[in-house]
């Protein structure tokens, strides 16, 4: 069968886009491939993270993951620094991939912004790590959003590089997986901007932990434009927030964003918005519930994450191992 490794920043604030955006589409894989689900805390740590704030974080993607659906008897749910196959085959690869290759990854530019000369080392390097998640596992499919396929090419690159350098055919070249609507979901502030755990205003996102009057009250305030519902995929252009937020619609009820244009045509957007919370509701409701009920039994949480931890090192072990004879690493 066909092995998925995807992960998840521990960094606070789970929300909506990476409810749509990558948990959900991973429930959905389930059936298909074996999967590995990645708290990836040593990612999280490239920009400053509290340290109790991140034992927290941690529990609480795992509880998302849970509440939405992942099956952790079946499949792998563990936290990155548990497993040591992640650290050691980033430095090789910090060893194989190019600094060129590195300073074309926009999500550097992006989170370090103006001030590069402060990020930290780790940030730059991210997409390495990255890499080494997935290929400590031979990974065969990865499910990205659109801001990730980037990574992956690199990762792509790295293992084909690798092979070639060290004359073996090793690593298998990850495929993307990359799922139709709502690959991003926007702020619900700024349509123009990716829904984020990192923005200030909380009113940015519907997060996965929110109960039912705090998405309704995000719903109602979130961003529109003075004119009624569009009625053609050519009348969102220049309508980001109306853009978005049918999307957002379109996901939660797993319909055509067509469709749902069609269906809400001329009308108000105070009308739209109610359906939509009443959808959001309905589907994060539950999560939600589950959510609350899982975080308030870490020893429950740490079981699962113990054992998905032991199940990876299982896997990546041997993989390791090998690479370290390729590279020539003495294991007296
Ligand atoms: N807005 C989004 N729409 C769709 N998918 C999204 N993802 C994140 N934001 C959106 C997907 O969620 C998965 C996990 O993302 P991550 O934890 O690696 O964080 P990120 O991509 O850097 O984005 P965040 O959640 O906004 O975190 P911060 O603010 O900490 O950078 C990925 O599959 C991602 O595509």
Redo the contacts with the bound molecule.
Sequence with gaps: MNRIF????P?GN??L??Y????RNWVRLQTEYDCLFCI?DM??IT?WQDPKELVRNTREVAAGMIASGVDASKHIIFNQSTVPAHAQLSWIFNCVARMGWLNRMT?FKE?AGKHKENASVGLYAYPNLMSADILAYKATHV??????KQHLELARDTAQKFNIDYGVEFFPLPEPLIFGA?????SLRDGTK??????ESDYSRINMADDADAIALKIRKAKTDPHPMPDGVEALEGRPEASNLLGIYAALADQDKAAVMSRFAGRQFSEFKQELVDLAVSVLGPINGEMQRLMADPAYLDGILRSGAERADAIARPIIAEVYDIVGFLRP
Excluded: F
């Design positions: 995807s992960g998840v920043q960094t789970l929300h886009g990476n749509l955006g990558a948990i990836v990612h999280a920009v999500q989170k499910p990205v959003g659109e801001d990730q709502a690959t991003r979901v926007m990716k829904m984020s755990k990192s923005d």
